[in-house]
């Protein structure tokens, strides 16, 4: 029987004792039921008041077989109740000093800051890609609720140099900062930038005005909920079926179509070799778009005969699959 259950059970029956001695009082004594259980009360906490009223020996007689089973019940219950606590303040204990472990050996990662109404949909998103990730809450009950879903939760303020440090933004690959206030995204995108200026960090902007202060803060990338909202509403008028598609291929979970970008990494087998005959089709797969190497200009459609180098960046869209067996392709070594 689970622990809940056990002290459900034991709970009732000190209900069931408490009901007895105040129908037994009424019974034997002929006292009211309001009389009996009040005796019954006083009885069972052992505080010592004098009788309600004075009792026959039958009623002294049940008064202590009342003591007795009651007492023993309701200090059984105590008991219980008291070992449940510590308990849980043990395994609370436990379990924050294993979250700060884990977060410690965090490498390669992503910081989000902020699970609110955007941020709850960012978790998701990471979630789905399978990535290490932390988040920066300082909302309780938000916080609690995370934990309670298996995602590593750093309680407290990201606008701080001391939390932002606790979830080892020195080691992290990008922060995503979705508060709820353009002013508390532009410290915490100052600060991240101070403890990392190599960071890849994305930010949410409210207002229009707050995009280019962002930017200058040091963000990477700005997204605008306002911006983007507006100009897929025209987009859903003007062209709808280009909308619907586009819409299709980054939302919807019910189509196989996902949105990547992959690195040829040095020695990979695909540098060096045209497009075309680097077996993508094969895969499902449509290169958008090729960033030619780090920060280069982007390439859009590019040719099938165009060459792939080092440090170039696939911009795919296709199946899972295919875009992690084009993931290993980039990665995988060539033969020497």
């Known amino acids: 029987m689970s622990r809940k259950k056990r002290l ?7 209900m069931a004792i408490t009901a007895a ?6 019974l034997i004594e002929g006292w009211s039921l309001f009389d009996g259980f009040y005796m019954t009360v006083i009885t069972l906490a052992t505080i010592g008041y004098g009788e309600v009223r004075p009792l026959t020996h039958t009623g ?5 077989g ?25 395994a609370a204990a436990f379990g924050r000093r294993r979250l700060l472990k884990d977060i410690n ?23 789905k890609k399978g990535v290490d990730f932390v988040v920066i809450e300082r909302d309780d009950p938000t916080a609690e609720k995370l934990l309670h879903e298996g995602v590593m939760v750093l309680m407290g303020d990201a606008t ?3 939390v932002l440090e606790g979830a080892r933004i020195r080691t992290a690959r990008a922060l995503i900062s979705a508060a709820s206030t353009d002013a508390e995204n532009v410290y915490i995108v100052l600060t991240a930038r101070g403890l990392n200026p190599g960071l890849h960090i994305v930010t949410r902007a409210n207002d229009i005005p707050a995009v280019r202060q962002l930017y200058r803060a040091g963000a990477n990338k700005v997204i605008s909920p306002v911006l983007i909202g507006s100009h897929k509403m025209a987009q859903a008028a ?5 909308a619907d ?13 996902y949105f990547d970008q992959i690195l040829i990494t040095p020695g990979s087998s695909l540098a060096g070799i045209r497009l075309e005959d680097a077996g993508i089709h094969d895969l499902r797969v449509m290169i958008v778009a090729i960033t030619r190497g780090s920060g280069g200009e982007m390439v859009f459609n590019p040719d099938p005969d165009l060459r792939l180098h080092e440090e170039d960046l696939l911009i795919a869209i296709g199946a899972r699959a295919g875009l992690a067996s084009l993931a290993e392709a980039a990665n995988s070594k060539a033969e020497r």
């Open 8 to 14: 459900l059970l034991q709970f009732a029956m000190l």
């Open 21 to 26: 001695g105040s129908v037994g009082y009424h």
């Open 60 to 64: 002294r007689v049940f008064t202590i």
């Open 66 to 90: 009342l003591i007795i089973v009651g007492v023993l019940q309701l200090g059984y219950l105590i008991t219980n109740l008291t070992q449940a606590l510590i308990e849980t303040e043990i």
């Open 105 to 127: 050996q965090l490498n390669d990662h992503y910081i989000l800051c902020g699970a609110g109404r955007v941020g709850a949909r960012i978790v998701d998103e990471l979630r």
């Open 160 to 162: 701080s140099e001391t």
């Open 238 to 242: 003007l062209s709808p079926a280009v």
């Open 245 to 257: 598609f586009i819409e299709l291929a980054t939302m919807s979970e019910s189509l196989d179509l």
